[in-house]
């Protein structure tokens, strides 16, 4: 079964982030709020449509919009992802 992983997040938020002001997303970032990353919700909507083209599941904008750690989005996209199995 695929898996998202950190890193994994970590490139897709460093993709779509759009704006230089959004922090590296470096180091244990798990449990940081996004908006304290600088990932706002359309980064963060950016993030899902790239998470459905590459890991084929659809996570709602406004699921994503309520993820409020790069955590609690790793654990939806793996549910959705356990789902499919």
């Known amino acids: 079964m695929?898996?998202?992983t950190l890193n994994d997040l970590r490139r897709i938020?460093?993709?779509?982030a759009g704006e230089v002001d959004a922090a590296d997303p470096a180091g244990d970032i798990l449990d940081t709020p996004f908006e304290d990353l600088g990932y706002d919700s359309l980064?963060?909507?950016e993030s899902a449509a790239v998470i459905?083209?590459?890991y084929g599941?659809?996570?709602?904008d406004e699921r994503i919009a309520?993820?409020?750690?790069?955590?609690a989005l790793l654990d939806m996209v793996n549910s959705?992802?356990?789902a499919t199995a």
């Open 2 to 4: 695929p898996k998202m």
């Open 13 to 16: 938020l460093t993709t779509c």
């Open 43 to 45: 980064a963060r909507m």
């Open 52 to 54: 459905e083209r590459e």
């Open 57 to 60: 599941v659809t996570v709602a």
């Open 66 to 71: 309520e993820a409020p750690t790069p955590r």
């Open 80 to 82: 959705a992802l356990a």
